[in-house]
């Protein structure tokens, strides 16, 4: 099968979970009520929101990540290719290497991994 | 009409027969359509008995892990009881609470439980037996699973509920992170293989596989994945975006009904799939065991078929992971990320550059 079957699995994807919320939509009693609508959150009424500003430890991790993965991504090409090309592929990859490790180990001596 | 040539070594001539069947009695565009419908069918029916058979059998490996029986009154030896818990589901009512966005609740139910099926096709279940043989397949494979963490950090916001954004924050913070470990320890062995294609790097196992023939770096790469997939997919020791004890159910917490069942089986068709990438890489995925060019036990080994072979390695993997989950405890969200960033993360990059190292020099099998 080519590349052309990925739209069906993406349509039986879809089927899949949209079959089930149906079926489930068919034959699943439906009795409204106030306290149904409130978050499960602890009995009491819920004070406040919870779309808030949350803390930036996550984000500092997200940027990381973000740095690491287009690493990783130009890490793939350079993987596949790395027997044929042998020792210069080897010595680049090092100098790439350094200098992305250089930014984690800024970002350690900065804090930005300690977590408090 | 042609005679259906059922092998159970080589699915692809009861593939191809199908196939020219199909477009024999139809025409050729109606018989393709029907094909991949027919497809597509297949995948959903794995999916469904997937999800059935292993919630069954992580729920009975926990009981006697823990000397308990486990599931044990619908059907013979609680076989029957994830079917009743499913069907159960289905009648429950599906909760929607008022403050909630709707859109994206229903939305992340949806990018949640496709990225892993989508991900189900490129997966090699045994000889010719591949929905998408992509020549980027592990790529593929890597990239749209990571499309998951977007429907839990859907889910945690949407819900407006304050365990339910914890707890994705915290699962979305551990799966980005984690993901690198993957993807680089996985690279460690592409570097042998030398291409990305699934049934090139099967065949580059044909004589013995990778965790054997790559030398130290790959038995270092295949700890490193097992951990980080293991965290990838939100399993214990690692589970603390659903800690039961401290935030109800993590991203789920206020889904109900059908809806959380497709969490649930996302969550479990996940830990297939990273079983099976495992499976596939480090252990020759559906390739028997064989030693380099020892005839006799190749050919011992060839009797037993490649679906064996490879729903066998799987299940070693998954005993490990289950395994991990019952005996560590679980981690806080500090030493998880310590885990990866400090440790996991440097000690991947240095095992791959190791591993260059072994393919330069020829020091592999």
Not at chain 1, 3 to 24: D, K, N, P, R, T
Not at chain 1, 101 to 109: E, K, M, R, S, V
């Amino acid at each position: 099968m080519g590349a052309e079957s990925l739209i069906l699995f993406f349509i039986f994807g879809i089927l899949l979970v949209g079959g089930g919320i149906v079926v489930s939509y068919l034959i699943a009693p439906s009795s409204k009520n106030a306290i149904k609508d409130e978050a499960y959150e602890c009995g009491i009424p819920t004070k406040g929101e919870s779309w808030v500003q949350f803390r930036v430890g996550y984000y500092l991790f997200a940027i990381l990540f973000l740095i690491f993965e287009v690493e990783t991504i130009f890490m793939i090409p350079w993987a596949v290719v790395m027997k044929d090309l042998g020792m210069v592929a080897f010595v680049e990859i090092i100098i790439f290497l350094a200098i992305v490790l250089l930014g984690l180990l800024y970002a350690w001596n900065r804090g930005a991994l300690k977590w408090d | 009409m042609t005679l259906l040539n059922f092998s159970i070594y080589d699915f692809s001539a009861l593939i191809n027969s199908i196939d020219a069947w199909l477009v024999e009695t139809f025409s050729p565009t109606l018989g393709h359509l029907i094909g991949l419908v027919l497809v597509g069918t297949c995948f959903l029916i794995f999916t469904a008995l997937l999800g059935l058979s292993l919630v069954y059998i992580e729920r009975k490996i926990c009981a006697f892990f823990q000397q308990r029986l486990g599931p044990m009154r619908v059907g013979f030896w609680g076989t029957a009881q994830t079917v009743a818990d499913i069907i159960k589901l289905l009648f429950k009512e599906s909760l929607i609470t008022k403050k909630s966005d709707k859109f994206l609740f229903n939305l992340a139910a949806f990018v949640i439980m496709m990225a892993p099926f989508i991900v189900l096709s490129a997966i090699p279940f045994a000889k010719g037996l591949q929905a998408l043989d992509l020549n980027i397949g592990l790529f593929f494979i890597i990239s749209v699973s990571s499309i998951g963490v977007t429907g839990i950090l859907l889910a945690g916001w949407s819900s407006n509920n304050k365990y339910s954004l914890i707890g994705a924050m915290r699962s979305g913070a551990q799966i980005v992170s984690y993901e690198l470990s993957v993807a680089i320890s996985l690279m460690t062995i592409v570097i042998l293989t030398g291409s990305l294609q699934l049934s090139e790097i099967i065949a580059s196992q044909s004589d013995g596989w990778w965790i054997f023939k790559g030398n130290i770096p790959a038995i270092i790469a295949f700890g490193v994945y097992i951990i980080a997939s293991t965290a990838e997919t939100n399993r214990g020791p690692f589970d603390m975006a659903e800690a039961e004890s401290e935030i109800t159910a993590g991203f789920h917490t206020e889904y109900s009904g059908i809806k959380f069942a497709f969490f649930f089986l996302a969550e479990y068709v996940n830990f297939f799939i990273i079983s099976a990438v495992g499976a596939t890489v480090f252990f020759g995925g559906w390739m028997p065991l064989h030693i380099g060019d020892a005839t006799f036990f190749n050919s011992a080994m060839d009797v037993i078929p490649p679906i064996v072979w490879f729903f066998g390695k799987i299940a070693v993997i998954m005993f490990f992971i289950m395994w991990f989950k019952w005996t560590f405890p679980r981690l806080r969200i500090d030493q998880l990320l310590t885990l990866e960033w400090k440790y996991l993360l440097p000690i991947s990059i240095i095992n791959l550059l190791l591993m260059s190292i072994v393919a330069l020099k020829g020091w592999h099998f």
